[in-house]
């Protein structure tokens, strides 16, 4: 099976190329199958790296100029001037960069992928947002480290990628309380769940709202990890079965 990326229209300047991969179009087998480019997971490291590989040819770049970090569920971004080997990476979770050729990728199985990107300054960023990075700041970080390398506010576009929809996301009570206590208006990120004690909560829209209140303009695939199992690796879908691991999703992100 061939890779079967997915581009967001948002992002479709001459000046840059960018994929949100599902899981479809590499070598990795069982639960990790099949395009799996997760370092962190239990899987062949040789099948991840040649995973790793397609997803870079696919997007005209050498292996060797992909940069993912150690994602730790921070707010923190990194500007990346020069590319590190494979697991190699800053812990944190977000990257940004001016350099061309550059790959900058984040992988996910539930939380937010989210690209960056202002075109005319020739600035992008990739982030890690789950509801942690989400809600301490991580796609603020993003802008400003874009910024502080000549970005310009009214000209970032950003794309959330295939993420946890609200259907399919339940939270407790202290979950709740976490965001209510931080602002009340959190409230409208949450609706009934039939657990007593317990409610889904709507990561993407989340994420949106702070995007978009960061002053950016932002959009969404609206796709949801965990109800589509054939494109997409899903951490709370491996949860609920009892499975011992899970594959990653790549997005990534070049200036050309």
């Given at each position: 099976?061939?890779?079967?990326?997915?581009?967001?229209?948002?992002?479709?300047?001459?000046?840059?190329?960018?994929?949100?991969?599902?899981?479809?179009g590499g070598v990795s087998e069982g639960i990790y199958a099949s395009l799996n480019t997760g370092l962190g997971s239990a899987d062949d490291r040789l099948h991840i790296l040649e995973n790793r590989a397609r997803a870079c040819r696919h997007l005209e770049v050498a292996p060797e100029q992909l940069a993912t970090p150690h994602q730790i569920h921070s707010s923190d971004a990194t500007v990346v001037h020069e590319v590190w080997a494979p697991g190699e990476g800053p812990r944190c979770d977000a990257l940004v960069t001016d350099r061309r050729g550059v790959l900058l990728?984040?992988?996910?199985?539930?939380?937010?992928?989210?690209?960056?990107?202002?075109?005319?300054?020739?600035?992008?960023?990739?982030?890690?947002?789950?509801?942690?990075?989400a809600f301490s700041g991580v796609l603020e970080a993003t802008i400003d480290a874009m910024a502080q390398l000549g970005a310009e506010q009214s000209s970032i576009v950003a794309v959330l990628g295939p993420t946890i929809s609200a259907k399919n996301y339940e939270v407790g009570a202290d979950f709740v309380d976490r965001f209510l206590s931080a602002d009340g208006e959190n409230e409208r990120f949450f609706s009934a769940s039939e657990r007593a004690g317990h409610s889904m909560f709507d990561l993407p829209a989340y994420i949106l709202k702070r995007l978009r209140e960061a002053g950016i303009e932002a959009h969404t695939l609206d796709l949801c990890t965990y109800a589509d199992e054939d494109r997409f690796f899903s951490y709370r879908r491996t949860t609920h079965r009892g499975e011992k691991d899970y594959g990653r999703l790549l997005s990534a992100i070049v200036l050309a």
């Open positions: 099976m061939s890779l079967t990326p997915i581009q967001a229209d948002a992002l479709a300047f001459p000046n840059i190329r960018h994929a949100f991969f599902t899981r479809e990728g984040i992988g996910t199985a539930d939380c937010g992928p989210v690209l960056f990107a202002d075109a005319k300054a020739g600035v992008i960023g990739a982030a890690h947002a789950g509801w942690k990075g």
